[in-house]
């Protein structure tokens, strides 16, 4: 099985209700880029990129496309059989640029899966579950508006919430926390997200005004170095999201000690193989962590999905997809969808998705 054609798509996903708000940014549509793998044996696999905006980490959706227009030609023609040397290939086309060459990894295993009739959690080592823990994810807002939609998705199975701060006053931030808290309680697990938001001295100081509530704290500080000066300084379990950049950052605070979890983005560490080390190195020091991705449609859930269905259930801190943010689906006979908090893996070979087509309209490249 070689490739002979890639078609690259491009397509907009608005936020529902408007806007998306993080410390770091506020975002109101995001632009995915999507690729479309063809074999001589008529075979079409998916991937997908998409980066929420240009501010929450070091990627953009242009520079996606700039990145796979340097790969993509170099792989017309290869086979489709060692995703090692699939790799090796695209490093050589292209230094870096993990979260291009994550939505070409993605398009691969959905190939192989197709062709050896076997669901991509298979290949990322076997599935331990058939259905995997969502987490919803609360934006910045008010105290009041944050507990009561809170408290409503909580009652709506979800059994992980993540609440979103920073980027304001320091009051309403320990209020926030603390009327989510009198809302759900130890009904759900809490994560509360600075986005990289806080100074060092807000987030000890959050952490002291908050000090009985048991969440953990993702992603407080702007740098790992200064995530790393919290440590024995803050009470909340803190955990690393946007600093882990590749899996180099990922080995770097495991071996410091200075995070005890991650918010795992699948395209941000450079796709689902790559993935599957992070998770391992994870597993060896029984870390947890979320199988996430920044944003996107179906391609990137079930990806998401696929990968999170091989993780230890107890250190599985759920896949967040945007489905709560986004209208529609790539593919409505088989979406990936979130039902009563939870996902459903899907079962067929490969990703278990495909586009309806001609859904994207014309590629906006051909190689
Ligand atoms: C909740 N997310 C997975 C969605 C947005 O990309 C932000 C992100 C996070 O945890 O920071
Ligand atoms: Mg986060």
Redesign the pocket.
């Known amino acids: 099985m070689r490739i002979e054609r890639i078609n690259i798509y491009t397509t907009a996903l608005p936020v529902k209700g408007g806007v ?1 708000r ?1 410390a770091s940014d506020d975002v109101e549509s995001l632009d995915s880029t999507l690729v479309e793998i063809v074999t001589n044996d008529g075979l079409t696999g998916w991937g997908e990129t998409c980066p ?1 905006g240009p501010v ?1 980490q070091p990627h953009h959706a242009l520079g996606a496309r700039a990145a796979i227009a340097e790969i993509a030609p170099g792989l017309i023609g290869s086979e489709i059989a060692s995703i090692r040397l699939l790799a090796k290939r695209m490093d050589e086309r292209l230094n870096g640029h993990g979260y291009a060459k994550a939505a070409f990894d993605m398009a691969f295993l959905d190939l192989l899966g197709q062709r050896l009739g076997v669901p991509v959690s298979t290949l990322l080592g076997g599935a331990l579950t058939d259905r995997v823990p969502a987490y919803y ?1 609360l934006i910045v807002g008010s105290p009041e508006e944050t507990a009561r939609i809170a408290a409503d998705k909580v009652k709506a199975g979800y059994p992980r919430l ?1 609440v979103k701060i920073g980027g304001r006053d320091l009051e309403e931030d320990v209020a926030t926390v603390h009327k989510v808290w009198e809302a759900v309680g130890y009904k759900a697990r809490i994560a509360v ?1 600075g ?1 990289r938001g806080l100074t060092v001295a807000s987030a000890i100081h959050l952490d002291r005004l908050c000090q009985a509530i048991p969440f953990v704290f ?2 407080p500080c702007n740098t790992m170095d200064e995530v790393a000066t919290l440590k024995g300084r803050v009470t909340h379990p803190v955990y690393l ?2 600093n882990t950049e590749d899996q180099n950052a990922v080995l770097r605070a495991i071996s410091l000690g200075i995070a005890d979890g991650f ?1 795992f ?1 699948v395209t941000r560490l450079g796709g689902l193989t790559k993935m599957t080390t992070v998770r391992d190195l994870c597993a060896i020091r029984s870390l947890p962590h979320s199988c ?4 996107g449609g179906d391609i990137i859930a079930a990806a998401c999905v696929h990968l999170a269905a091989t993780v230890e259930p107890r250190r599985m801190e759920g896949a ?1 997809i ?1 489905q709560e943010y986004i209208d529609g689906h790539f593919d409505r006979k088989n979406p990936v969808v979130i039902e009563k908090g939870h996902i459903a893996v899907p079962q067929r070979p490969g990703l278990g998705v495909k586009p309806e087509p001609g859904m994207f309209g014309k590629p906006v490249a051909t190689y």
């Open positions: 998306y993080m929420v929450y994810s993540q997200d986005n993702e992603q999201d946007e918010g983005k996430d991705d920044a944003w967040w945007a």
